[in-house]
């Protein structure tokens, strides 16, 4: 419901609570943010804003949501490949670079990285048993969740160590190291 209301006035309401939400989350953490200071950057009441979300968190957790169904649109159309859609998540983390680094730093309820992860597992899982054929299916899904989880290392070291790191260093170096991970690629 979040991602593309239908009313005219509901979207810009949205998409200025979200602005104004970006806006602060690139200056501070979220805990720290508060409903009075989006609703002034975003020029809307608080009683508006509250018609929509019960607080700051509801409001990162309708943002998590939105940008879920995003990183689902964009996989939708990769083959099941973590070197090929490995570039296209770098990409799309650096596109959402605020948000995504948010995200990291709140690791509560409904965790973003957790959901993507078991999301990405249950679309690849038959081309990743069929690439270890020798493997049993629990280490087939080690396997999986190990690379997958160096790759969401590797990306929130570069939000919150490495911002100057360029999109095309990131993709460069997950690629360089998931190759040493699979030396036969």
């Known amino acids: 419901m979040d991602r593309n209301p239908k009313d005219s006035r509901q979207r810009y309401t949205k998409e200025s609570l979200y602005a104004s939400f970006l806006e602060l989350l690139d200056e501070k953490a979220v805990s720290d943010i508060t409903v009075i200071e989006i609703c002034e950057r975003a020029g809307v009441s608080r009683k508006t804003f509250y018609k929509y979300y019960s607080d700051q968190f509801a409001l990162l957790m309708g943002m998590q949501n939105d940008l879920f169904e995003d990183y689902r649109d964009l996989i939708s159309a990769e083959e099941p490949d973590i070197f090929r859609i490995a570039p296209t998540l770098i990409n799309w983390a650096g596109r959402n670079r605020v948000l995504v680094k948010a995200i990291f730093a709140n690791r509560g309820e409904g965790n973003f990285i957790d959901r993507m992860c078991d999301d990405l597992f249950s679309i690849y899982r038959e081309s990743w048993e069929a690439a ?18 160096g790759l969401v290392g590797l990306v929130r070291h570069w939000l919150f160590d490495r ?5 095309e260093e990131v993709t460069t170096r997950a690629f360089a190291l998931m190759q040493l991970a699979n030396p036969n690629r």
Do not use: C, G, I, K
Request: glycine share 0%; proline share 13%; aromatic share 18%.
């Open 163 to 167: 911002p100057e790191w360029t999109v």
């Open 132 to 149: 270890n054929p020798t493997m049993d299916p629990q280490n087939v899904e080690a396997l999986f969740y190990f690379v997958v989880s």
